[in-house]
């Protein structure tokens, strides 16, 4: 049970065991991310994998839950992944799912029978990172993908009964254009209608290519009430099935969860009520990627 560099996962995988099967991510470009800075994208040697495999089905035999790392590991071939799913089946009896990161080119070009064998194999959910449904921020924070592309994209993978769980980043649209960026990314998620979605909040990183864009004048991010109201916005224009919604990530000022098509006026009340009582919105100092 080897690591290399930073190892991220969602909130949701806390519990999970933690697969590295790549390293860093494969696009690694986008101007607000400051995770890979500096790691060159590489396939973990599946005989490695396999080593921490077997380790782990000694030392945590009951695990339920794997979360294959790092930053798009669905890039990897369809044969490396399923051999990757066989032997995480045998060696954990009692494994629930698999989840993964992905981004849309990643789901694109796998066609539906190679997800469809995934999903078989125990590839229960994957998490893609629309960040916004406006393609105005999309390139210019160097997003690989449009946001047609990830819409396809979601879509694919609920035809192929593979959950999803999709994230949107608040304040990435900047002050200037946090109405568009609200109100398209809520267009957008309706028409992928996920199973989960999750909000979490721009924190702009010293050292990445944002950070320099703010020193210079050219990005402003949105003050605490701007971000609760393109929250707020934003959820105002969700039209989602079953779809379950968190901020629950430490970058958020407003801790929140609940099913949209039952919940989405009590969490906007929530969301007025902390616009206006701030006491009731998690300290800066608690805040963290």
Known sequence: MRYRGLVIRPPSEAGSYILQVTYGCSHNACTFCPTYTGVFFAPRDLDEISEDIEQASRLIPGTRRVFLA???????????????????????????????????????????????????????IVYLGLESGDDRVLARVRKKDGCEEMIGAVRKLKHCSIATSVIVLLGLGGREGSRDHAVKSA???????????????????????????????????????????????????????????????????????????????????????????????????????
């Open 70 to 124: 790092d930053g798009n590991a669905l890039c990897l071939p369809c044969d490396s992944l399923e051999s990757i799913l066989h032997e995480l089946s045998d060696a954990f009896p009692g494994l629930e799912r698999v989840g993964i990161y992905a981004n849309a080119r990643d789901i694109n070009e796998k066609s539906e029978d190679e997800l469809r064998r995934l999903a078989g194999l125990g590839l229960g």
């Open 187 to 289: 267009q957008a998620v309706s028409r992928m209608d996920p199973e989960y979605m999750s909000a979490l909040t721009l924190m702009v990183v010293p050292g990445t290519p944002l950070y320099r864009e703010q020193e210079a004048g050219e990005f402003e991010l949105p003050d605490q009430l701007g971000l609760l109201e393109e929250l707020r916005l934003f959820l105002q224009g969700c039209e989602l099935s079953q779809c379950t919604f968190r901020t629950n990530h430490a970058s958020n000022y407003l801790p929140l969860k609940g099913v949209l098509s039952r919940d989405k006026e009590g969490l906007i009340k929530m969301i007025d009520s902390a616009i206006q009582r701030p006491e009731l919105l998690r300290p800066e100092y608690m805040r963290g990627l």
